[in-house]
Structure formats: structure tokens, C-alpha cells
């Protein structure tokens, strides 16, 4: 807070693996930084680190976050900041250790230093609710939870609310912590035909506030195969339009809701019901 | 909404399941603790930092002979993680806790006539104090995934939805507001007037005592509507309120 900034820490969490955590963190980080925000975003996968390549900076690292954990390095020797964004940066995760690398005195005061330094801090969340995801949560002042709109994924979203509720910081001081859902992987046709639940339908058993829709788009691989944040590499796709809107939402600015490919805003009356 | 959120925090708690050796006491005690002994004799440290509980259903013993075996077992570095089999009145402090095994049995221990000299006063104060404590639950915000909610002491009163892989688990009656999704056992300390009652049932599975059905065994009809189930006899009875 040196220079009188309140920084806000937000983990990008799911439990479920490949619902596409790192894609929106690359992609919601971009946008921010796009729209004149001071970021970092920070692999919490330690031993499966991603997040560098999605942001094309993997032949950049040279120190990691269990370095600076173990003070190996300092924490400007391991920012890696963005070749096409001056105000993006990334700390990446170490592949050759795991999560038991991952000390919570360690994480606190990476954190309370990237707090001083940037307005943003996007936690990258590893699958799961072991000790790496634990320790992703643990310091965020808000959550975006990553979800597909079946079952197992919004199953998996429940449980992590329900670990955002008691094993943060924020929680643990008995405050709320903010958390935002974020529906991945929408494929509009077969919501239409009824294969996959409907936004509706997840909305009612997540309930938590809808941060944004984001259709399943060639450009989310495609982007992610030349190593630049959808946000960046096709602005104007549907998904990138998606998280866009998404960022701008996270900075309270109000933005009706579409559902991809639907001409109207049906959505603006679920999303005006702010379950917070 | 931090306030929802601090008190959450405060109720909600695992249950959790544990191994442990029984030892059920078969009297008389002196011949049962010389087994012991040869037992002992043959393997030491055999129960050395396992969990024990006595099973003593098979004997009448007053609360100073319970505290006596204790002691005793004590003195053979057997430690004790609970006692089953006895008459809950006989709870005292200084005692290890009764278990009810998850049955929650009620067991009708006469009084032993020829009581044993001078019986603690405080055993009778103990209930007294507990019986004020039974109180039923609320719960304002929605139960999550794997979390677990218990209250074997009354009733369990959720005014939003439980998750589906969460449980509630009350000793009376459980009263849901919103949707219940997973796993709902009323009745858990043998009750059997307790009942589930829920505003709309897309559930795992609604268990009184321990009679139970899973969501394949319950009619597809009442799933999303208003649902009750109680026990008549030993049927577990599930209908729609309405």
C-alpha cells in the first residue's frame, strides 16, 4: 500500500480441471491490463504451471513463485512483465517442484508485496481442494468461479464456495468474500437442444452473481496454441468480447447480460438479482 | 452479508468417522482384566496409540466402578476414546464421553439398588445442565458441496438450498426452505417421530434413524415439488406436501 493503492486479489478457482481457470485468468488479466490496470497474474499450479505458456512468456522464466517463496529470488527477479502489454505482468509457478513447496507463511507475504505493487493480483487457482488451491484462495478478496454449464463442474463450483466461505482469510475474520461466477465452454446450440444445463438452472443452484457468459470459440484454442490471452490475440470474438465484458463488470461498471448468440439481454433480470 | 457469513463459520462442522477397537467388557471384571493382563503379557503395546472404546452393555456398573475400570485401563496405558453401552445419565466429566455408535440407542440402566458408596453427586447435575442445551439449529445461508451440517441434539432449519454432496444431519426434524440436493437424515439419535420436510426434493437420499432411500428408490413424482417423509412403523414414508 506504499503508494496508496488498494489492491485487489482475485483467485480464479474452479475444483474442476479443464473447465478453463487459466484461460479466463490469462484472458480477464489482459483485459484489465488493456484497460489501464497495473496486473499480475500468479500460477498457484506448482508442478503444472500453464499460465506461462497461455501468456506466451514461457521462455522467459528464470525464477518462480517457490523461489521468491524460498527466498531464492526477489520478487522483482521473478516478474516477467508482458511483451505486449507494459502494465501486465506474470509470476509464474515452479514445474519441477508440487504443492507441498507451497508454504502459507510464504504465500502471505508474496502477496502483501505484490499488494504494494499492483492494483490487480489474479490468482490462477490449480484444479482441485488440496493444499495448492487452499493457498491460491486464501488471501482473495474476491473469487470468479469458473464453471461449465453440466453438472459435475457445477457440482464441483458448490464445493468451492462452500471452502471460499470458511478457509480464507477474509472468511476467517468473518467478512464475505466476494465471489463471481464465470460460465466457460457455452455452446448456444445445445443449450437450445437442452444437452447442457441451462444458465438458468445454474444460476438457481450456484447462486452467486453472474459475472459472464463466455461461448466455446475456436479462437479460445487458437489463442491459446500462439501463446496470447484470447483478449489480445482476436479482440473482437465472441469470447474475448465476452471477457471483456466480464473485466469491465469486475470493475463495477453495470453491463446488461447476453447469452451468446441470443439477440436480447434475457439475462439482465437474473443478473439484476445480485444474490450478494 | 459478513454477518451471514461469521455465523456460517461458527456452525458448521464435520462429521467424521472413525476406527477404533471395542472392548466389550464381559464380567466379572477381575477375570476379564487378568485376560487383559495375559494378553498384554503376550503383546505389549498392542493398543498403544490406537483408539479404544468400551463396550459395556453387558454389565450394570454404578459411575465409580466405570471411573474405577477406567483407571485401571489407565494403568495398562490403555487410554479410552469413549464408552458405549451405558446409560447417558451416567455422563460425567471426568469420565470419557458415551458413543452411540451413530445409533443413538436409549438405554434404560436401572439404577444399581445396592448403590456403590457415596455416588458422585455431580453425575445427576451433568444431565440436568445438558437437557437446557437442546436447541434447534438455523442455518441462513446455503449448505455447499461437502460441507456437513449436525445437530443430534434437535431439529435443523436451512433457509436456503443443500448442495447436492452435502449432508444434514439432525437428531430431531430438518426443515428446508430452498431445494434439497443432497443428503437429509432426520431422527439420527433414534428418534423416530422426527421428519425431513423440504420446499422442493431433487435429493441424494432422506434417511429417519436408520431407515433410508436413495433418489432411484423415490418416485420420480415428487422430485422438485414439496416433499415430506416421516417413518410409520418401520417404513420410511416420502409424500408430497401440498
Redesign the interface.
Given at each position: 500500500m506504499s503508494e496508496g493503492k488498494s489492491a485487489r486479489v482475485l483467485v480464479v478457482t474452479s475444483g474442476k480441471g479443464g473447465v478453463g481457470k487459466t484461460t479466463s485468468t490469462a484472458a480477464l488479466g489482459a483485459a484489465l491490463a488493456h484497460l489501464g490496470e497495473k496486473v499480475v497474474v500468479v500460477d498457484f499450479d506448482v508442478g503444472l504451471r500453464n499460465l506461462d505458456l497461455m501468456l506466451g512468456a514461457e521462455r522467459r522464466v528464470v525464477f518462480d513463485l517457490i523461489n521468491v517463496i524460498n527466498g531464492v529470488a526477489k520478487l522483482q527477479q521473478a516478474l516477467i512483465r508482458d511483451k505486449r502489454l507494459e502494465n501486465l505482468y506474470l509470476l509464474p509457478a515452479s514445474q519441477t517442484r508440487d504443492k507441498e513447496a507451497l508454504t502459507e507463511e510464504g504465500v502471505a507475504k508474496v502477496i502483501a508485496e505484490l499488494r504494494t505493487k499492483f492494483d490487480w493480483i489474479v490468482c490462477d487457482s490449480p484444479a482441485g481442494i488440496e493444499r495448492g488451491a487452499t493457498l491460491a484462495m486464501r488471501h482473495a478478496d474476491a473469487a470468479i468461479i469458473v464453471t461449465n454449464p453440466e453438472v459435475s463442474s457445477v457440482r464441483d463450483s458448490d464445493r468451492i464456495i462452500g471452502l471460499l466461505d470458511s478457509k480464507t482469510e477474509k472468511a476467517e475474520r468473518g467478512e464475505y468474500v466476494e465471489k463471481h461466477l464465470l460460465i466457460t465452454r457455452y455452446h448456444p446450440w445445445r443449450a437450445a437442444r437442452g444437452e447442457m444445463l441451462s444458465i438458468e438452472d445454474v444460476l438457481e443452484i450456484l447462486s452467486i452473481p453472474l459475472l459472464g457468459i463466455i461461448p466455446e470459440s475456436e479462437e479460445v484454442l487458437r489463442a491459446s496454441n500462439v501463446g496470447s490471452p484470447v483478449t489480445l490475440n482476436a479482440a473482437l470474438s465472441p469470447p474475448a468480447r465476452a471477457y471483456f465484458e466480464a473485466t469491465r463488470r469486475l470493475k463495477g461498471e453495470d453491463i446488461p447480460m447476453h447469452v451468446p448468440n441470443e439477440s436480447r439481454g434475457i439475462l439482465n433480470k437474473l443478473f439484476g438479482r445480485k444474490a450478494a | 452479508?459478513?454477518?451471514?457469513?461469521?455465523q456460517?463459520?461458527s456452525l458448521?462442522f464435520r462429521a467424521r468417522s472413525y476406527t477404533a477397537f471395542v472392548f466389550t467388557l464381559q464380567p466379572p471384571i477381575e477375570d476379564w482384566l487378568a485376560a487383559l493382563d495375559a494378553m498384554l503379557e503376550r503383546s505389549k503395546g498392542f493398543f498403544a496409540g490406537h483408539p479404544i472404546a468400551l463396550d459395556l452393555s453387558a454389565t450394570r456398573l454404578s459411575p465409580v466402578e466405570i471411573a474405577e475400570l477406567v483407571s485401571e485401563l489407565e494403568v495398562r496405558n490403555i487410554r479410552l476414546l469413549g464408552i458405549e453401552g451405558i446409560n447417558p445419565a451416567a455422563a460425567h466429566p471426568r469420565l470419557p464421553p458415551i458413543l452411540r455408535g451413530g445409533r443413538g440407542q436409549d438405554i434404560e440402566v436401572p439404577e444399581p439398588v445396592a448403590a456403590a458408596p457415596a455416588p458422585a453427586p455431580a453425575p445427576a447435575a451433568a444431565p440436568a445442565a445438558k437437557k437446557q442445551e437442546v436447541a434447534s439449529l438455523m442455518i441462513d445461508?446455503?449448505?455447499?458441496?461437502?460441507?456437513s451440517v449436525v445437530n443430534i441434539d434437535g431439529d435443523i432449519t436451512v433457509l436456503?438450498?443443500v448442495?447436492?454432496?452435502?449432508e444434514i444431519i439432525a437428531g430431531g426434524s430438518i426443515h428446508i426452505y430452498g431445494?434439497l440436493?443432497g443428503l437429509a437424515m432426520a431422527g439420527a439419535g433414534g428418534n423416530a417421530r422426527a421428519r425431513i420436510f423440504c420446499h422442493r426434493f431433487e435429493g441424494e437420499l432422506l434417511a429417519i434413524g436408520s431407515h433410508y432411500k436413495t433418489a432411484d428408490e423415490i418416485e420420480d413424482s415428487l422430485r422438485r415439488g414439496p416433499t415430506q417423509a416421516w417413518l410409520d412403523g418401520n417404513t420410511l414414508k416420502i409424500s408430497a406436501m401440498n
Open positions: - | 452479508m459478513s454477518s451471514l457469513t461469521c456460517r463459520q458448521t445461508s446455503p449448505v455447499r458441496s461437502g460441507q436456503g438450498s448442495g447436492s454432496g452435502a431445494t440436493r
